[in-house]
């Protein structure tokens, strides 16, 4: 089946570590994303990526740092930088093609500092 | 930069009954894409309906349908007969498609009262 895998599912990191969540799709999509969900917020874009070898910061990239060197493929890594990194984080992916595209999501990492 | 505005924070209605979850955004673009997502406590983001904007008509799912206001910028889905399985945070998102990024809403805490 096509879709989405992150992992882990829960990850808990000590104060002043370096950790990778990873995100890992099969749907050929161009284009993927990551966000982090703060407790009953919305989604807040970290990263994206449009192609293999490229990315764009979004709106709170700081502390946060991503590479795309496979399609497939676009692991963030939450950085010691980071002061408050537990949250919910979600990778999604897109065709990047056309305007009638949506986004389809992993199941979420749930990182906590402790 | 484009926002998207959700004013509702938490609504309840009653299973069977129908609902209306409202939604804002604010783009200079003429041509862009719209997304109702469904977060339901598993917290795997489900995509309910969309709605490009140069089409007039609304969207419609089986049960969920859109009222598209472009001059207004108003995109609000109405859920019909409710059911105890629409439980869930539903999130309004806007796309200029093209691999560009998807700006997400604050959320609305859905609650189906048996």
């Known amino acids: 089946d096509g879709g989405i895998t992150q992992s882990p599912k829960y990850l808990f990191r000590k104060e002043g570590q370096n950790v990778t969540l990873s995100c890992e799709q099969n749907l050929n999509h161009d284009a993927m994303y990551w966000y982090r969900q703060d407790p009953g917020q919305g989604l807040r874009l970290i990263y994206y990526s449009q192609i293999v070898n490229d990315f764009q910061k979004g709106d709170i990239a700081e502390g946060y740092s991503v590479s795309r060197e496979k399609k497939e493929s676009f692991p963030l890594t939450v950085t010691s930088a980071q002061k408050n990194p537990t949250a919910f984080y979600l990778c999604?992916?897109?065709?990047?093609?056309?305007?009638?595209?949506?986004?389809?999501f992993g199941q979420g990492t749930r990182l906590t500092v402790v | 930069a484009q926002t998207v505005t959700q004013s509702q924070p938490e609504m309840s209605v009653q299973e069977a009954e129908t609902v209306t979850l409202s939604c804002t955004y604010d783009t200079s673009e003429s041509d862009y894409y719209l997304f109702w997502y469904k977060q339901p406590p598993s917290r795997q983001m489900i995509l309910v309906i969309r709605q490009e904007a140069y089409k007039q008509q609304n969207a419609t799912e089986n049960r969920f349908s859109v009222n598209f206001q472009k001059a207004a910028k108003s995109f609000s889905l109405k859920i019909s007969d409710s059911q105890l399985g629409d439980a869930a945070m539903y999130f309004c998102a806007y796309n200029r498609g093209f691999g560009q990024n998807f700006v997400f809403g604050p959320g609305t805490r859905l609650s189906v009262l048996p």
């Open positions: 999604a992916s897109s065709t990047g093609q056309g305007l009638y595209t949506e986004a389809f």
